[in-house]
C-alpha cells in the first residue's frame, strides 16, 4: 500500500479550506497513481500513456466522489462546496498537465470537469457508509469503468480486481488521510 500524508507537521497551526484541499489532492494523485502502477505490475494490458492518464481520470472521479461522501457530513454546505471545487481544481490542473505532455497542447481541464461531474452524477446513486465505505455495488461501477479504459487482453478480470483489492485500499488510505488532514471550523 502506499504511503499518504495523514497529518500535518504543525498540528497547532489552523489550515485554509485550499490548504487541505491542497493536501488531499496529492494524495488523490499518489493513489490513483499506485493502482495504474499495481495494474501494470499485475501484468493487466496498458498500452499508451493516454490509456494511463483515462485510468488516471477515472480512479481520480472516483477519489473525488469519495472525499465529497466523507466530508458532507463534517462541513457546511459553503465548506463543502470550497473545498471540493478546489480539490477538483487541483485534479484539472494536474490532468491537464498528464494530457499535455502525452498527447500535446490543448485545454483538457474543462473536458475532466465535465467527466467528473457526471462520474460523481452516477456515483451519487450509490450508497455509502461512514464504516465501510463504498458499497460493493458502487465499487463493481469503478470497476467497469476502469474496464473501459483498459485493453481488450484482460477486461473481464478486470473488475473482479478493482472491487477486491484496489478499491478497498485507496478508500482505507484515502479515510485515514482524510481524517488526519481535513477539520472544519463550525
Same mark, same amino acid.
Request: one cysteine or more.
Given at each position: ?5 495523514? /497529518? ?17 489532492? +496529492? ?17 493487466? &494490458? ?22 465529497? /461522501?466523507? !466530508? $458532507? ?14 480539490? +477538483? ?6 490532468? &491537464? ?21 457526471? /462520474? ?23 470497476? &467497469? ?9 484482460? /477486461?473481464?478480470? !478486470?473488475?473482479? $480486481? ?7 485500499? !485507496? &478508500? ?15
Amino acid at each position: 500500500m502506499v504511503r499518504v500524508k495523514n /497529518r500535518w507537521n504543525q498540528n497547532a497551526a489552523p489550515r485554509s479550506l485550499v490548504q487541505m484541499a491542497n493536501a488531499v489532492s +496529492a494524495t488523490l494523485w499518489k493513489l490513483a497513481a499506485d493502482v495504474v502502477l499495481n495494474l501494470e505490475n499485475e501484468n493487466f &494490458e496498458t498500452a499508451t500513456q493516454g490509456q494511463r492518464v483515462d485510468l488516471l481520470e477515472e480512479l481520480v472521479c472516483y477519489l473525488v466522489h469519495y472525499s465529497d /461522501r466523507w !466530508i $458532507y457530513p463534517r462541513a457546511d454546505e459553503n465548506q463543502r462546496n470550497e473545498f471540493i471545487s478546489c480539490l +477538483a481544481g487541483d485534479m484539472a490542473r494536474l490532468l &491537464e498537465d498528464s494530457r499535455i505532455d502525452v498527447q500535446g497542447d490543448g485545454e483538457y481541464r474543462a473536458a475532466f470537469v465535465d467527466k467528473l461531474n457526471r /462520474r460523481c452524477a452516477d456515483y451519487a446513486g450509490y450508497s455509502f457508509s461512514e464504516v465501510e465505505g463504498c458499497s460493493f455495488a458502487m465499487r463493481c461501477r469503478l470497476g &467497469e469503468r476502469v474496464q473501459d479504459s483498459m485493453g481488450e487482453r484482460d /477486461r473481464r478480470w !478486470i473488475p473482479d $480486481y478493482i472491487v477486491g483489492r484496489e478499491a478497498p485500499s !485507496i &478508500e482505507t488510505a484515502l479515510q485515514r488521510s482524510l481524517s488526519g488532514l481535513v477539520r472544519f471550523e463550525a
